[in-house]
């Protein structure tokens, strides 16, 4: 997926990515680990295109990011469901909302979303706040939230930044059950975690970066900070 | 947004509502003045008919002269008790003696500032001694047309760099108040832009919103305008301000309104839409590769 990229920020003489070689299998669940400033988020930001390499190769599902004309760049993250830290949902919106916002996006008939939201929502466990505000909800569940927004469509690759940063350990476990069941559905999520706890439980694929390198890249790997 | 938006909008098309209806009076005052104006050639009572239409044609084939209409001795006279109706003094010393005005042809002149090629023809010898007398654009009422005219021209032109001073004014005033509201949101649109959303999905709200503004502004800047002319003409009673002749802008507004409503509206929404999509650009715009 990833062939030697590099990424440099403005004129900064360190690189925020250095080389970085990845390769993920379809349906694979891959942990990215390391520390702050590391370059897990940079990694991230250039999978979803919200940055751009400044040398090497990515491909994703067969698109190659260097032929990918900005008027497509829609089409590709529609492609690609992302899970934010920060969550990034619409605040005037209600749940069900926020959800079908992603449908909407796409074109799909509102006869459609009314049948496909409340699935979604059921499966993070959300049903019965479909119309509450995001304000309303905890931190768990507005990640939950942003999480049914991202599968909502389907993607092949589920991207996670750090969703269980800003959670407590019970919400981060609902989180991270969630991930699993939509990788059991046969979806590839790209988790980036700090959460030593749930690295080790997961016992999962772990990449990790240190200073814009790959450190080390094991098969059902431990982590120790 | 909406208010900021919309109060700027309605005061910039109803400035330039004002400076073309202004215009147009002013100009409309100014073209009456002047159609009245013509070179009145005086001719000599023993010109024959033939030798005056042969003059008459030449005349005509003058490249500044618009048309001419002859007045026959008896119609100049006519011609001046009704210019002079309302002086009886004057009837009375014409009626005593037998008719002593002049045959006449009134010249009117394409370009009031070009008289002088009339000039030159006329004071060619042979033309000169079809003449009773000088002709009448000579002296003071030469230089009148010519104050006039010109008058006329700066008027003009102030008037139109006026209304596209405004309207640069205020579609930058407009701009930045539509800016400023898609500052406010430019995390929703960043939201959109992540999860894939079109360029046109995330811009046409605001768009259409803007042109709804330009559309709705466009109206009141119309009705204000509209209770204005109400307003004077209970007030001032058709009087006119100068060279503004009120009565003059009030018909050429109600008998140009829908036109003009639509023009309104139209600038309203070029505006509207312009600006929004400018200030819409930079929150949509992808990152471009450095080289």
Do not use: C
């Not at chain 1, 459609?112 to 409340?118: A, F, G, L, R, S």
């Not at chain 2, 060279?243 to 309203?268: E, K, M, R, T």
């Amino acid at each position: 997926m990833l062939d030697r990229v590099t990424k440099v920020y403005g004129k900064s003489s360190t690189p925020a990515l250095d080389r970085i070689s990845l390769h993920v299998e379809p349906k694979e669940f891959v942990i990215v680990v390391g520390q702050s400033g590391a370059g897990k988020s940079t990694l991230l930001k250039l999978l979803t295109r919200e940055e751009r390499q400044t040398s090497g190769k990515i491909i994703i599902g067969g698109i190659d990011y260097d032929k990918l004309k900005d008027k497509n760049i829609p089409l590709l993250r529609r492609k690609i469901g992302v899970v934010f830290q920060d969550f990034k949902l619409l605040p005037n919106r209600t749940v069900f909302e926020n959800v079908a916002f992603a449908l909407e996006i796409v074109g799909m008939s509102s006869h459609e979303i009314k049948h496909t939201v409340p699935k979604v929502l059921d499966i993070v466990n959300l049903k019965g706040k479909e119309n509450s505000m995001p304000r309303e909800l905890s931190g768990g569940e507005r990640q939950r939230v942003a999480i049914a927004r991202a599968i909502v469509r389907q993607p092949k690759i589920l991207i996670a930044d750090e969703p269980t940063g800003n959670l407590d350990p019970k919400h981060a476990w609902d989180v991270i059950a969630v991930l699993e069941k939509i990788n059991r559905f046969g979806t590839t999520v790209l988790l980036t975690t700090h959460n030593q706890e749930i690295v080790n439980k997961l016992k999962r694929r772990v990449v990790t970066i240190d200073h814009g390198k790959i450190a080390s890249d094991r098969a059902h790997a431990s982590y120790k900070l | 947004m909406a208010i900021a938006a919309m109060a700027v909008m309605v005061v910039t098309l109803t400035i330039i509502l004002l400076s073309l209806v202004v215009n147009t009076t002013l100009s409309g005052t100014i073209k009456q003045i002047t159609d009245k104006i013509d070179v009145s050639v005086y001719l000599k009572d023993s010109v024959t008919v033939k030798q005056r239409q042969e003059f008459t044609q030449r005349l005509e084939a003058l490249p500044n002269v618009s048309s001419t209409r002859y007045l026959s001795k008896e119609e100049a006279l006519e011609a001046y008790r009704q210019e002079n109706v309302n002086n009886p003094e004057l009837l009375k010393a014409i009626n005593q003696t037998d008719n002593p005005l002049p045959a006449t042809i009134r010249v009117k002149p394409k370009d009031l500032n070009k008289v002088q090629d009339i000039q030159q023809f006329l004071n060619q010898t042979d033309n000169k001694e079809l003449q009773s007398e000088e002709p009448s654009y000579s002296g003071d009422r030469k230089e009148a047309i010519d104050k006039i005219s010109h008058a006329a021209n700066v008027l003009q032109r102030v008037g139109i760099a006026g209304i596209a001073l405004f309207a640069i004014i205020s579609v930058l005033i407009i701009f930045n108040t539509i800016q400023m509201a898609i500052f406010n949101r430019r995390d929703e649109i960043s939201i959109m832009r992540l999860l894939g959303a079109n360029t046109w999905y995330i811009r046409g709200p605001f768009v259409v919103e803007s042109i709804i503004y330009g559309i709705v502004s466009g109206l009141i800047s119309v009705l204000l305008i509209k209770s204005l002319f109400i307003a004077s003409s209970g007030t001032l009673e058709a009087s006119s301000l100068g060279l503004l002749d009120i009565s003059y802008a009030q018909h050429y507004f109600n008998d140009h309104f829908w036109i003009l409503l639509l023009a309104q509206v139209g600038i309203g929404v070029v505006i509207g839409a312009g600006s929004s999509i400018v200030a819409t650009r930079r929150y949509l715009k992808f990152k471009t590769p450095k080289k």
